[in-house]
C-alpha cells in the first residue's frame, strides 16, 4: 500500500473527513487530498502528528512493504511518551540558563549602579555642540571604561531572554512558516 492509500484507510477508520483531518494538522484539504492522491507528502512534522494521530508508525506510514502489525508496530505515542522526560529536563536546563542570564545581567547592571552612587565619578567630559557635562551612570562608565562590560550583560540579558522565551519562538516561527506554506499552494 501507498502513503496515500495507507493514510485514506486509516481516515475513513476514524470517521474524520479530509476538512477535519486538514483541520487537526493546520493544512489546507487540498493538501490532505494530494497526499491521499500521492501527488506528494507531507512534511516530517505532518507524518508525526498523522502517526500520533492514527497510533500508528512511521514507518508504518512511509514505507510501501510495512504493515500494521503488532510485532513491529512502534506507535508515536509511545515514541513520545519515552522522550518526554529528556526533553522537559532538557527545557527546564534551558530557561534555567535563561533566568541565570537575565540575573546576571540585572544584579552587574544594579553593581554598577550602585558604585555609581557611592563613587561618582569626576566630570571631565564636556559636550562643546550639547553645551552639556558628562554626568550620572554615563559617566561612570565612561570614566572606568565600563563600555564594553555594559555591552556584555546587555548581550546576556537579550540571549537570557531568548531562551527563556525559545519555545514560544520556535513555535511563532513555525507556525509563520506553516501559514507562508499553506498560502503559496
Not at 22 to 31: E, H
Not at 102 to 125: D, Q, R
Not at 131 to 145: A, S
Request: aromatic share 12%; hydrophobic share 40%; net charge neutral.
Amino acid at each position: 500500500m501507498t502513503f496515500g492509500e495507507k493514510l485514506q484507510l486509516l481516515r475513513k477508520q476514524k470517521g474524520i473527513s479530509q476538512e477535519q483531518l486538514a483541520s487537526k494538522l493546520s493544512v489546507s484539504r487540498q493538501a490532505i487530498s494530494k497526499w491521499e492522491l500521492d501527488n506528494s507528502l507531507p512534511d516530517t512534522e505532518n507524518v508525526i502528528m498523522l502517526s500520533e494521530l492514527f497510533d500508528v508508525s512511521t514507518d508504518y506510514l512511509l514505507k510501501d512493504h510495512v504493515e500494521n502489525t503488532k510485532e513491529n508496530l512502534i506507535s508515536a505515542s509511545s515514541i513520545k511518551e519515552n522522550l518526554a522526560p529528556v526533553n522537559s529536563k532538557k527545557e527546564k536546563y534551558t530557561i534555567f540558563s535563561g533566568i541565570g542570564c537575565v540575573l546576571f545581567s540585572c544584579l552587574s547592571f544594579f553593581v554598577v549602579w550602585i558604585l555609581e552612587k557611592v563613587y561618582p565619578a569626576p566630570i571631565v567630559f564636556y559636550n562643546t555642540s550639547t553645551h552639556l557635562w558628562k554626568v550620572g551612570l554615563d559617566n561612570f562608565i565612561w570614566v572606568h571604561g565600563l563600555e564594553d562590560f555594559m555591552f556584555i550583560i546587555g548581550v546576556l540579558f537579550v540571549i537570557g531572554i531568548g531562551l527563556i522565551c525559545h519555545k514560544q519562538i520556535i513555535w511563532t516561527t513555525h507556525k509563520f512558516h506553516q501559514l507562508k506554506s499553506n498560502q503559496t499552494k
